[in-house]
């Protein structure tokens, strides 16, 4: 029996797909979708609320076979590794997240059997997937069990029979089940006497059954149900890894994995919006010109939120990149998955806004389409971990290696992010890097992340320091030919560094800024540590790194109207 403490790509010796096959795989993903539900098709269903399951079930099965990507090579499917998920996860946003959603419950719905399931198991319900593009949901949250997984009621009692546990009597109720309505298996989370335990249910078990559709904020192409579990009987078999109490650590060993595509959506949703807002200020005159001319509108409304994604993008690219090499096993790369989706659902979030503000009115109403979007993207911040725990997942952890390293955890980063040069933004990451340092120094002398609200602060404030090093290390490979093969290719080299450096001056203002807030705002007035903290923060450098903001602004502008500088 297998186990199974590997990741998704770990299981495929992180081969993933050759870059024909996920090249293909993305266009088709467009085609299909296009031409089964055209975008005038898709605002119908979300304005009507109905969920095109005819439409899953194609993408999910032999007309299109998206699912394949997500089921390793053994088990009947591609194999992809977490690159090529997340590549075909920010595909699937761009269209819609609410369908991104439908199909991502089947990968996510499976995730228990990958990581936990035996291999009779894995080859019944992974092939299931594989061959007959059966369709899966999660159920973990309860109507009082969210964020804390740990307060579930769901009850499964063993029937005995001749002293041997044959089957358990399922008890309980699930709550915001995606594909709770549509999905042919699930995956339920219960309360077995030896702890948390994943169960497989099959539709329509007696005792099993569901609530109608939720009416949502949006994802409206997505079914969200409560699912009913009473008394319902579910054999020993199919008890993930045919061991009790293992639920809650199977849970989060596929975070690292699981966020990722979350935080692909928050991409691929904040793109799309940008796109189209790109796309409307290059025709919309005010004042005699193009919208798309006006600097005050760009810069704050376009180029601003097109460099929080790819500051997010390279995040999830390099967490993606570690996943498949292995690191991912056990958990080992929860923090990184919460600080990718933290940064790119609420970058995609922000931007999404910024669209609708950039249309005016007309973003205001359906048929310019930012609307629908703005309500798809926010449900990123929500499921698979809500902002606030990632915030504290990240606060957590990174506090734990300040004080292991005695604070040379960041310091070593900064040398790191500084030693790639201003060209692509290393001195100002470095300089947010090193505010956190001092910052989390502070804290520590002063005790003061026993305020909780400070400490999610600084989880913040961690998430954006490390996305402006890993968006510099982008840069800077971008510039030497070593981007991964599959790495998206939007800007080339030139224009990821403008990107680059933009960003990595706005997270060495935020960390200064916002971390003297914080220790100021936490210590009585007076307090000796302010002013130290603000000669550890160099704030001078940082205002000085600002010099030659407005270029790389007008810079970036240019790349993404696609005009000469
Ligand atoms: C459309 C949709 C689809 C979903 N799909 C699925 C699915 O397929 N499967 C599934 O199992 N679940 C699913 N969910 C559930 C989702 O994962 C939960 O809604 C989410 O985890 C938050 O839990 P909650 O709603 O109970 O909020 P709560 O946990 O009650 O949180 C409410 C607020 O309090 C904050 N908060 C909570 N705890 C703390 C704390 N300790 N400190 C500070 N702040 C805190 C949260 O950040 C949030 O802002 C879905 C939800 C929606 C809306």
Same mark, same amino acid.
């Given at each position: 029996m297998t186990t199974g403490t590997a990741t998704r790509s770990a299981t495929t !010796?992180? $081969?993933?797909?050759?870059q024909e096959t996920l090249t293909l795989m993305l266009a088709s993903l467009r085609d299909f979708v296009d031409a089964a539900l055209p975008i005038e098709r898709r605002l119908e269903l979300d304005h009507d609320d109905v969920c095109p399951e005819e439409v899953v079930r194609a993408m999910c099965g032999d007309?299109?076979? $998206?699912?394949l990507v997500f089921v390793p090579e053994a088990y009947g499917?591609?194999?992809?590794?977490a690159f090529d998920s997340y590549r075909v996860c920010e595909c699937l946003a761009h269209i819609d997240i609410g369908l991104a959603t439908s199909v991502f419950a089947t990968a996510l719905g499976s995730d228990p059997v990958v990581i936990g399931g035996t291999e009779d198991q894995k080859s019944d319900w992974l092939g299931r997937i594989a061959e007959q593009g059966v369709l899966f949901a999660y159920g973990a949250t309860e109507p009082d069990a969210g964020?804390?997984?740990?307060?579930?009621?769901?009850t499964a009692t063993p029937v005995a029979s001749d002293g041997q546990v044959t089957a358990y009597r399922i008890n309980g109720r699930k709550q915001?089940?995606? !594909?709770?309505?549509?999905?042919?298996l699930y995956t339920v989370l219960a309360l077995a006497p030896g702890g948390p335990t994943w169960f497989v249910l099959e539709k329509g078990m007696p005792g099993f059954t569901t609530a109608k559709p939720e009416d949502k904020h949006?994802?409206?192409l997505s079914n969200t149900t409560a699912l009913f579990l009473d008394d319902v009987l579910v054999p020993a078999a199919n008890v993930v890894g045919l061991i009790e109490g293992n639920g809650l650590v199977q849970a989060q060993q596929v975070f690292g994995y699981t966020r990722l595509m979350v935080a692909a959506f928050g991409l691929g949703g904040g793109w799309e919006a940008l796109n189209r807002a790109i796309a409307y200020s290059q025709t919309r005159v005010q004042g005699g010109t193009?919208?798309?001319?006006k600097q005050g509108y760009t810069h704050k409304l376009i180029v601003a939120h097109a460099a929080r994604l790819e500051a997010a993008r390279a995040f999830v690219e390099e967490t993606a990149t570690r996943v498949d090499a292995g690191?991912? $096993?056990?958990?080992?790369l929860n923090t990184e998955g919460a600080i990718a989706k933290y940064m790119a659902t609420e970058a995609g979030n922000a931007a999404a806004d910024a669209a609708i503000q950039a249309h005016g009115?007309?973003?205001?109403?359906?048929?310019? $389409?930012v609307e629908k979007i703005k309500r798809d993207v926010r449900i990123t911040t929500i499921y698979e971990g809500t902002s606030e725990i990632l915030e504290m997942t990240i606060a957590r952890d990174r506090w734990q290696r300040h004080l292991k390293t005695m604070g040379e955890h960041y310091r070593a980063a900064a040398r790191a992010a500084a030693a790639l040069?201003?060209?692509?933004g290393g001195d100002a990451a470095a300089l947010a890097l090193d505010g956190l340092a001092a910052v989390l120094e502070s804290c520590r002398v002063g005790r003061l992340t026993r305020n909780q609200h400070v400490l999610l602060r600084l989880g913040e404030l961690i998430a954006h320091g490390e996305c402006a090093a890993s968006l510099a290390r982008r840069a800077s490979a971008a510039a030497n030919g070593t981007?991964?093969?599959?790495?998206?290719?939007?800007?080339?080299p030139d224009a990821l560094a403008a990107i680059s450096r933009v960003y990595a001056r706005d997270a060495a203002q935020k960390v200064v800024s916002d971390g003297m807030r914080w220790v100021a705002g936490a210590l009585?007035?007076?307090?000796p540590a302010v002013p130290a903290l603000a000669e550890a923060l160099r704030l001078d450098a940082v205002r000085a790194a600002q010099a030659g903001l407005l270029d790389d602004l007008d810079h970036v502008a240019d790349v993404l109207y696609a005009r000469a500088s």
């Open positions: !010796n992180g $081969v993933g797909l050759d007309q299109l076979g $998206v699912q499917g591609f194999g992809g590794g964020s804390d997984l740990g307060a579930l009621r769901t915001w089940i995606s !594909n709770g309505g549509i999905a042919d949006g994802i409206r193009p919208l798309a001319r690191e991912g $096993v056990d958990g080992g009115g007309y973003g205001y109403t359906r048929e310019y $389409v040069g201003a060209g692509v981007l991964p093969p599959k790495a998206d290719r939007r800007f080339d009585p007035a007076g307090d």
